[in-house]
């Protein structure tokens, strides 16, 4: 038995976590939610992979920022099927 079965989080990677963000979302929402200078200045996945690997707390950030804006997009979504 898996004990990662109800983590959200499971089999996905940061670099798909950022992907979605910034397809999705774009950097400048990036930047406005998680107040980190690698989302405001030049900002680029390769860039940003590299500070979130190496500061836990942003990290953290972004993780928590990324579940948010899956349950509001499912949401949406819901909602639009309903209409």
Request: proline letters at 4%.
């Amino acid at each position: 038995m898996s004990t990662q079965k109800n983590n959200p989080l499971h089999g996905v990677t940061l670099e798909q976590i950022m992907l979605y963000l910034v397809e999705n979302h774009g950097w400048e929402y990036l930047a406005t939610a998680v107040n980190i200078n690698c989302f405001k200045s030049n900002p680029s996945v390769k860039s940003s992979l590299t500070f979130l690997r190496k500061t836990p707390w942003a990290r953290d950030k972004v993780e928590s920022l990324y579940l948010y804006l899956l349950r509001q997009d499912k949401k949406d979504i819901k909602a639009i099927i309903k209409s």
